[in-house]
């Protein structure tokens, strides 16, 4: 055996496979898939969040979330979520996330969608959060900001198609300083971001909580559908595959 030979199969031994964390496609007919994670009936109520089978991604079932004007979380906020995964966020680390969604109708208002916060101490950070709103002339378009619910700038925004189920992927890599941190995203497969940014702030847990969150109140009733998530430890496993 040469020495190259060796060398490989060393390398080949050290890499460790790659690992799904998390993953719910609602092929369980319910949310129990999330039960680890959080089905808090605040926000998770029968009527917020729906299996269907009549829009789906992928197999026999979605979820369909829908929020109303009564779905009062706090004086400033409405939600219909469920509680995503909990991840450990250290300087450097990296998160690979996908899903898909789709809307019926274009939404009457901003409806964000997805986020990722940090557990205090000191305080709850929102650091990111993607969201959807109304377009002007009709249909809708899709954002993504960083900063409290993007309010620090809008880094990506484009049309978001209405009755076609589209895929967002994002790869985070976690830092506090701006020039270390960078995010990647997908949409449908194509990397439409590639940026550094400041990613976190000095908590050590960040979460997601999929569904729709808003703030402060609008009445308007929405509803998005969600399949298909998967948060894992490399890139292969979250993008879509060659057919």
Known sequence: MTAKSLICILLMCSQSPAKILFKANFETGDLSEWSQTGTRGQNATARNIQIVTDIVQQGKYAAKFTIHEDDVF????????IGGPRITVEEGSDTYMSFYMYMAEAPM????FFYWEGNPPPRYNNVMTWWVQPKDGGGATIHYGTGNLGRNGTEWAADFP???????AMHIHWSED???GKVRLWFNG???????????????????????????HRPSMDSIYFDNFILADTLDEILPKPR
């Open 109 to 112: 208002d901003r409806d964000n």
């Open 178 to 180: 701006a020039e270390k």
């Open 190 to 216: 194509a990397m439409v971001l590639d940026k550094k940014l400041k990613t976190k702030g000095p908590e050590a847990v960040y979460f997601c909580q999929p569904g729709i969150h808003r703030s402060p």
């Open 162 to 168: 209405i009755g076609k189920w589209h895929q967002l």
């Open 74 to 81: 706090n004086a400033q906020q409405l939600r219909a979520q």
